[in-house]
């Protein structure tokens, strides 16, 4: 606790073990964070809340809801280690049906303050609202930014397994040698999760929805799997990782079942209150989780509602028509 604030902060519910460390502070994340340590953290990730007109948060408009967030980024990038990396993980405001992408307006400020993009990862998943005067939208966005350009990456920790493993060098002094690096591949900055999606370099990860294991009654919850791709590549074991908005705590378990330090912020009483006995289920080992690469259900086309209705009227082939 001492590396990371310079004196114990109020309201902070904390569990210590040999193995890990967690602290959840219980109110505003910018009262928090300016009592830890400088550079004092490897990875912040977070999704932030949207105050910007959802029904279950107080509505701002964009430009005031950009401003209330520098404060924020400002102390985030200053507890931040220099090896450290910072993960934003946003989506698209959408008003009178025009879209305002978040992480293109979030870019410029996380530029003043001096931070470095090394990728905008774009998180695939196939279930949400369907739009009637746009096409509907099936991606949100992570920035990673790194404070130097001296940073953590543990690519052997996420390689994915080679689509042609079998390739050769064709010429030079390694002609007729395998071509493929033997730990895997990188995976490339499209995240689709699935097995058997692997070899195109797409990590697909389905967002919570009401039947993944992992729903609470949070709206915008964000799978843990997400969370533990950038805690094994961009952490080592034991490194602090900081999620400032931590909602139902679903960053602080991904850092603690890889063996690192979690900590996190959240102002709702009830969000906190679930955050605290999924840590406990997680301890106790009856946290329900989506397992890692987990294929994505995929109908047979028996199922009643796989099928194409009657209503439709009729169809020379029901296998043609999509």
């Known amino acids: 606790m001492d590396e990371l604030f310079g004196h114990k902060i109020p309201d902070v519910l904390d ?11 219980s109110g505003d994340c910018l009262n928090a964070i300016k009592n830890m340590r400088r550079e004092s953290i ?33 102390e985030l990038t200053r507890v931040l280690s220099l090896r450290g990396s910072l993960c934003w993980q946003v989506g698209n405001y959408v008003e009178k049906g025009e879209v305002f992408p978040l992480d293109i307006f979030f870019y410029p400020i996380f530029k003043e303050l001096g931070l470095r993009l090394r990728n905008r990862i774009v998180w695939h998943f196939n279930h949400g609202l369907h739009a009637s005067q746009r096409f509907s939208g099936r991606y949100e966005t ?13 690519l052997d920790s996420v390689r994915v397994p080679p689509k042609y493993p079998g390739k050769r060098h ?17 995976p490339s900055d499209i995240w689709e999760i699935v ?5 195109k370099e797409l990590w697909d990860i389905p967002n919570v929805k009401s039947n993944h294991p992992e729903k609470t009654i949070h709206p915008c919850q964000f799978p843990v799997e997400l ?14 990782v900081l999620d400032p908005f931590a909602g139902v705590g679903s960053a602080l378990i991904a850092a603690l079942m890889h063996n690192r330090r979690a900590m996190g912020c959240e102002k709702e009483p009830e969000y906190i209150n679930i955050a605290h006995e999924r840590i406990h289920q997680y301890y106790l080992g009856t946290l329900r989780l989506r397992p890692v690469g987990k294929p994505i259900y995929e109908p047979s086309g028996k199922e009643k509602v796989s099928r194409i209705p009657p209503e439709w009227g009729n169809t020379e082939s029901e296998e043609g028509l999509f």
Not at 58 to 67: D, E, G, H
Not at 144 to 151: G, N, R, S, V
């Open 42 to 74: 490897q990875l912040v990730i977070t999704s932030p809340p949207y105050n910007i007109g959802k029904s279950y948060e107080c509505s701002a408009t964009l430009k005031q809801y950009l401003q209330g967030m520098r404060p924020v980024l400002l």
């Open 195 to 199: 097995v058997r999606d692997w070899g």
């Open 15 to 25: 569990h210590f073990s040999e193995e890990a460390a967690i602290v959840l502070h």
């Open 170 to 186: 064709f010429k030079g002094p390694k002609k007729g040698l395998p071509s493929c690096n033997p730990k895997g591949k990188n």
């Open 142 to 154: 992570i920035l990673w930014f790194t404070k130097t350009a001296d940073y953590v990456f543990n």
């Open 227 to 240: 969370v533990e791709r950038c805690v094994l590549a961009l952490t080592n074991e034991q490194d602090w």
